[in-house]
């Protein structure tokens, strides 16, 4: 029986730089899908998929950020979220009382591996869950309760996957293996932007991750990987090869808008728009008449 995953990391101290030059004033993760900023669907998903402790790794000068979700968690509980928050409430078993919330400062931008590392002393020996707030998910199931449901069944290390145009395989996280249920893929081995000639699937790693605390010996290593960056993709791989410890992607069910990219930010903002009821018709026949003209 393993423990139930109670903590969840947001690396939130990333450059923005395909951004720039909102992103020298404005953190990536602030930048608005249609209301509210993404950090807050983030921080949305992973209350409903019943975490209680949230670890935010940040960089100096992230005031607006961190302003932002101090009031949000007034009172260690969430304050401000959607109206249609309430009914959303039934997907997690109980509101969750007492939050957490913590800040680790990410003194260099090292890269995502080095992120999550800078939480080590906040995770201790627990599974914990990683979520990227800019891979934005329209789900009836929250993505990582997706997950966490084939954690529980399967143990181990389970990632979040998506299918992607193998033309852009050298964007993301690749992987390969075997499939073994429904959406369920046993994974015999990760690549870090790959080029589509070596890509070994069309598979992606989409920014969801329950992870054991085994993975901090591989992090620990401070490997520089693609782009002189430490890799969370490459310690994963390490850690597939070396520990016996069963690894799993599940293939996501839901609407995913890769707001890393400035077409996916654009996208997410008329899907999410669509998504109000008084917004729609306006959007809607603003679309229709964009085809037209
Ligand atoms: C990161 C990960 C990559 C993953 C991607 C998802 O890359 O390193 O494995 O596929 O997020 O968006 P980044 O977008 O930070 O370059």
Request: overall charge negative.
């Amino acid at each position: 029986m393993v423990d139930e995953v109670k903590k969840v990391v947001f690396p939130v101290g990333g450059m923005g730089t395909r951004f720039l030059p909102i992103t020298s004033a404005i953190p990536k993760e602030m930048l608005p899908i249609v209301d509210r900023p993404l950090i807050e669907y983030a921080v949305r998903e992973a209350y409903l998929s019943g975490i209680n402790e949230f670890i935010f790794v940040t960089r100096e000068d992230r005031e607006i950020l961190e302003n932002y979700l101090n009031k949000l968690f007034k009172n260690n509980e969430i304050s401000f979220l959607p109206e249609s928050f309430s009914e959303d409430q039934n997907s997690c078993n109980s509101k969750q009382k007492n939050l957490s919330v913590s800040f680790v400062v990410q003194e260099q931008p090292l890269g995502l591996g080095h992120a999550i590392w800078c939480a080590r002393e906040r995770i201790g020996n627990e599974h914990f869950s990683v979520i990227l707030p800019d891979e934005l998910f329209l789900a009836n199931t929250p993505c990582l309760k997706q997950i966490l449901d084939i954690f529980y069944k399967q143990k181990g290390c389970v990632v979040g996957l998506n299918p992607i145009p193998i033309e852009q395989s050298q964007r993301y996280g690749i992987v390969d293996g075997q499939v073994v249920e429904d959406s369920v893929i046993k994974l015999s081995a990760l690549i870090e932007k790959p080029d589509p000639e070596n890509a070994p699937s069309n598979l992606a790693l989409v920014g969801r991750y329950v992870l054991p605390p085994e993975i901090f010996k591989y992090l620990d290593l401070q490997q520089r990987g693609i782009g002189g960056e430490i890799q969370l993709t490459d310690a994963m791989a390490n850690f597939l090869k070396v520990e016996n410890i069963p690894f799993h992607g599940v293939i996501l069910d839901g609407r995913r808008f890769d707001c890393g990219s400035k077409a996916g930010f654009v996208k997410a903002n008329l899907a999410f728009g669509l998504e109000q009821e008084e917004q729609y018709s306006e959007i809607f026949h603003y679309i229709e008449t964009m085809k037209t003209n």
